[in-house]
């Protein structure tokens, strides 16, 4: 089972919501990811959790705040966000091993529109 | 720094049509290698990848093979249906970093 499940499936928030990403996997995989992808382009990495502490950020700014509860769970925690950060949110995990046999795993996405 | 690059879209073809999706990339050592499929309003998923010089991926119908003398993945299938029609992310993984480098994606039509 390679499953990834996010939720919600579709987000539509206005400027000054609070709202969460959620992004769940089973497969024991101790690497989870956010990235966020605009229309017709390839995904762009956000952040980056390893063994449940965050390990890469690519200079995001604030307004979005991830969370990894436990090995299984990885949050996004929105905040006042901007017209131009409508986009699909993806999470991904996978299995750290060594070198490069890492697989990382999609979910479907969020499609988060805010207005 | 490390980079792919794929042949630009959009592909269109006829049903029965051979495919090829051309990928070329640059990085220091010896990264995996990786292609992704997006269908329409959904999620990447992995359609075949290769960890080493001259393996080959395959997966339904598709195959790439590794080829560290061309810095090459080209995608390829014998025959396409319209249900491959989606867009195709070719993507490289270092040893030891663990952020993918996607290429920009080709978009592939396939008509009856």
């Known amino acids: 089972d390679t499953e990834v499940t ?3 499936k579709h987000l539509v928030m206005g400027m000054t919501n609070k709202k969460s990403l959620k992004c769940e996997q089973h497969m024991g ?3 989870m990811y956010w990235y966020k992808q605009k229309a017709k382009k390839p995904p762009e990495l956000m952040f980056v959790y ?3 502490k965050l390990s890469i950020n690519e ?8 969370e990894c509860p436990n090995s299984s769970l990885l949050n996004l925690h929105l905040h006042a966000l901007q017209p131009e950060d409508s986009a699909l949110y993806l999470c991904a995990s996978s299995h750290p091993r060594a070198s490069n046999q890492e697989t990382q795993y999609f979910g479907p ?3 988060l529109l805010v207005l | 720094g490390d980079s792919v690059t794929q042949m630009e879209g959009p592909v269109t073809l006829s049903e029965e049509a051979f495919l090829t999706i051309n990928c070329t990339y640059t990085a220091t050592g010896y990264p995996s290698l990786f292609w992704y499929v997006q269908y329409p309003g959904e999620g990447l998923q992995l359609l075949l990848k290769a960890t080493k010089a001259d393996d080959k991926g ?4 598709f195959e790439a093979t590794y080829r560290k003398e061309t810095t090459s993945f080209h995608l390829e299938k014998g025959s396409v249906q319209v249900s491959d029609s989606a867009v195709y992310f070719c993507a490289l993984k270092a040893g030891g970093a663990q952020k993918l480098v996607f290429g920009q994606g080709t978009r592939l039509t396939i008509n009856p």
């Open chain 1, 6 to 8: 996010q939720t919600p």
């Open chain 2, 58 to 61: 395959s997966n339904k119908g």
């Open chain 1, 50 to 52: 390893s063994y449940e």
């Open chain 1, 29 to 31: 995989h101790r690497a």
């Open chain 1, 109 to 111: 996405g969020t499609r």
């Open chain 1, 59 to 66: 200079s995001v700014p604030s307004r979005f705040s991830p």
